[in-house]
Every structure is written in C-alpha cells, then in structure tokens.
C-alpha cells in the first residue's frame, strides 16, 4: 500500500529514488526504539547498580527528567524545519528540503516515544524491581485511593482508555488518508507555491487532526495506566504539541495574513466542542473526503 502523496515526497527526495524512499520509516522506527530504549536504560540504572545510593534516591525522578530532555531535544529538531528554512534554502537552494528533513523525522519519532513510554509500567521494567518505594507508588494506579475496588480497577481503566486509543489511531490515519503523506511530511512548508487549499469539513472543527489524534493516544495511555507517571507523560505530549502548533501557525499567519488568524479565534486547535463530536466521528469514518 502506497500512501496518498507519496510520488510528491519522492520528487523533492531526489537521493532517495525508488525503493530507497524506505530509508524514511527505517529512520523513523529506528528514532523511535533508540529514543524508548535511552529512556528505559536511564530508568534503569538504579536497579543496574544498586549500591550507588545518588541513583536510588533519585530513581523516582528519572522518568521526569530523561522524558522531558527527550521532549525538548525532539521539538527543538522538528520546529527547525521552521526556523532554519530561510537559512537553508538560501544554502541549498531546492534540496533544503531534503537536507532537512532527517532532522525533522527524528524529532517527530523522539517525541512518538513518548506516547510509547506512556503505555509501560516503570515498576515492571525487568530485571528487578524499583529499589526506591516511591517509584512503585508514582507507576500504580491511582484510581484504588479514589476508593475504587482493586477488582474494578483494570475494568474500568479499559473501559475508558480503549475508546481513547481507538480514537487516536482512527485520527492519525485518516489525517494520513485524507491530507496525504506529502502533507505529514510538510512538503509544502519548502514548496509553498505547489500546495494546494485543502478544503475539508474536519478543518471547521479543528485546526489539527493529527496532533489531537497523538493527544488523544497519550490520554489513553494515561486512562489504561492512570498513574502519575501516565499522567506526566499525558501532560508533556501536550505541552510539546503546543509548542510546535505555535510555531507552525506563526508561519501559516505570515503566509494567509488575518484570515488565518481570525480562523484560529474561531476553531480550536487540540480540542474538539462536545457540539462538534458527531462531525468529528464522520470524519473518522471517511464521510467527507478531501477536496481540492
């Protein structure tokens, strides 16, 4: 299966003809795995080494830190496709594009890791347990000291957090079906007299259907779990997907003027009205496809 805007991607990645085009997603899972992989080894070296007692102590706080400096680092490379456009081009002329945008999916795959960190239980990281006890109680579930039964805990913490994550998934893909990979990939913010209005009933009811498809995946991350880890990482994906509609609508007002700003009073940007849920579900489900 080839994804909608696909041959577009190919024609601005000239070192990346043909099959080569599948060093993007080698890229983005490798991203992905490493960026989890430093964040469950930080984690983990009080329990690697015991005996330090610095580490012990501070084990409680090491999910904070290490995902925070992964969020950081990961909005940083994303948001330079942005800031370092003028640069480039200037630089490289038509390839700005291509020598940017390893940099961009790095960052966008650092903070994918994050919604992926969301779903692991600290406390049953092997090899052993936490040694710190407060590490245990930040990676429980919080919904037994709202005094909901221990039988009804997992119950109700599926019941909610599925709906989340089915939502999310449903959003980032029809995002990808609809808009085009060519628009996941901000092909347009190089090429910006190639791109086209899309025109799609989703956009009057939210500004970004797909950063809201990654909040809603982080909320069922922290809904399944429900703990205060979940819920830092819940905030934090927030925050860094904030950060980058900032600074990508910063650009979209310099190139549309009042118009754009005047739709953003009007449409929320990661939130959809409870009024506009049903339009939101059949865009889900493909009722209203994009138009030209």
Same mark, same amino acid.
């Given at each position: 299966m080839e994804f909608k805007g696909t041959d577009k991607v190919r024609e601005k990645l000239p070192r990346l003809a043909g099959r080569k085009i599948a060093a993007i997603p080698i890229l983005m899972l490798t991203? %992905?795995?490493?960026?989890?992989?430093?964040?469950?080894?930080?984690?983990? %070296?009080?329990?690697?080494?015991p005996d330090i007692a610095l580490l012990a102590a501070i084990e409680p706080f090491l999910v904070f830190i290490?995902?925070?400096?992964?969020?950081?680092?990961g909005?940083?490379?994303?948001?330079?496709?942005?800031?370092?456009?003028?640069?480039?081009?200037k630089r !490289?002329?038509?390839?700005?594009?291509?020598?940017m945008l390893p940099r961009g999916a790095t960052g966008v795959f650092m903070m994918m890791s994050l919604i992926v960190h969301a779903f692991v239980s600290?406390?049953?990281?092997p090899p052993v347990p936490p040694v710190n006890?407060?590490?245990?109680? !930040?990676?429980?579930?919080?919904?037994p000291y709202l005094g909901v039964p221990l039988e009804l805990d997992i119950a109700i913490r599926l019941l909610i957090g599925i709906?989340?994550?089915?939502?999310?998934?449903?959003?980032?893909?029809?995002?990808?079906?609809?808009?085009?990979?060519?628009?996941m990939l901000v092909v347009y913010l190089y090429f910006p007299e190639e791109s086209e209005i899309k025109e799609n009933d989703i956009y009057s009811v939210l500004r970004h259907p797909t950063y809201f498809g990654g909040i809603l995946l982080a909320a069922g991350a922290f809904t399944l779990r429900f703990s205060v880890y979940s819920f830092f990482f819940l905030i934090l994906v927030y925050l860094v997907l904030k950060g980058l509609t900032r600074v990508e609508e910063k650009e979209l007002v310099e190139r549309f003027g009042e118009g754009y700003s005047d739709y953003m009073t009007k449409v929320p940007g990661l939130c959809v009205r409870p009024r506009d849920f049903g339009?939101?579900?059949?865009? %889900?489900?493909?009722?209203?496809?994009?138009?030209?």
């Open positions: 991203v %992905l795995f490493l960026s989890l992989g430093v964040m469950v080894f930080i984690e983990l %070296l009080p329990r690697l080494l290490i995902s925070t400096c992964i969020a950081a680092v909005l940083y490379l994303v948001t330079s496709l942005w800031r370092k456009k003028e640069e480039m081009q !490289f002329g038509d390839l700005a594009y291509q020598k600290v406390r049953s990281l006890d407060l590490t245990i109680a !930040f990676s429980r579930s919080l919904l709906p989340f994550f089915i939502l999310g998934f449903l959003s980032m893909r029809r995002s990808i079906l609809t808009f085009g990979i060519d628009y339009r939101y579900l059949k865009f %889900l489900r493909g009722d209203n496809e994009n138009k030209s």
